[in-house]
């Protein structure tokens, strides 16, 4: 049975997202340019973290036609799952990144900063539900793949590949 109040962290933290993006049109400053390039990159990355799973879980999660990505009824270990436990959860500390590197502004800055552990909190309670959900095999799956650190995740990825070559 879902409770309110495990939605509080994570409502806080999109309504903060949401108002560094508003912020990021009345009060952004360029201070360094190079900054600036570098959160539109972060921000593309963080699209992929948060657009993927709707086309993964929908093709391989075993979603019954017609139901939203989010009901899945497989363990989905592929494509950028492969490289974290949770990509959507990984999407938006990442944007509130990008808008404090793109905005360069500290009513921005702070914005993210409170935002950023308000989605931890979620993060954690997201591997309970899914060992909750998918049983032993999450719990596997959790041994091998990060919960959010896609460089880990990545590098492991590739150390794989490399096994398999040699």
């Given at each position: 049975?879902?409770?309110?109040?495990?939605?509080?962290?994570?409502?806080?933290?999109?309504?903060?997202?949401?108002?560094?993006?508003?912020?990021?049109?009345?009060?952004?400053?360029?201070?360094?340019?190079?900054?600036?390039?570098?959160?539109?990159?972060?921000?593309?990355?963080?699209?992929?973290?948060?657009?993927a799973?709707m086309?993964?879980?929908?093709?391989?999660?075993?979603?019954?036609?017609?139901?939203?990505?989010l009901?899945?009824?497989k363990?989905?270990?592929t494509?950028?799952y492969?490289?974290?436990?949770?990509?959507?959860?990984?999407?938006?500390?990442?944007?509130?990144i990008?808008?404090?590197l793109?905005?360069q502004?500290?009513i921005?800055?702070?914005?993210?900063?409170?935002?950023?552990?308000?989605?931890?909190?979620?993060?954690?309670?997201?591997d309970?539900?899914?060992?909750?959900?998918?049983?032993?095999?999450?719990?596997?799956?959790?041994?091998?793949?990060?919960?959010?650190?896609?460089?880990?995740?990545?590098?492991?990825?590739?150390?794989?590949?490399?096994?398999?070559?040699?």
């Open positions: 049975m879902h409770n309110w109040k495990n939605y509080i962290p994570s409502s806080l933290a999109g309504l903060l997202t949401l108002t560094q993006f508003i912020l990021l049109f009345f009060i952004s400053k360029t201070y360094i340019p190079s900054l600036r390039y570098v959160g539109y990159a972060i921000w593309a990355l963080s699209a992929y973290f948060g657009w799973p086309v993964i879980f929908k093709k391989k999660g075993g979603v019954t036609k017609g139901r939203s990505y009901h899945t009824t363990l989905v270990d494509g950028v492969a490289i974290v436990r949770h990509s959507q959860y990984v999407a938006l500390p990442l944007l509130n990008a808008f404090i793109v905005g502004n500290l921005i800055a702070i914005l993210g900063i409170v935002a950023i552990p308000l989605m931890l909190i979620d993060i954690q309670k997201a309970k539900t899914c060992l909750k959900k998918f049983g032993e095999i999450y719990n596997d799956y959790m041994k091998r793949v990060p919960r959010i650190n896609f460089v880990l995740g990545i590098i492991r990825v590739l150390s794989k590949k490399d096994n398999v070559r040699t």
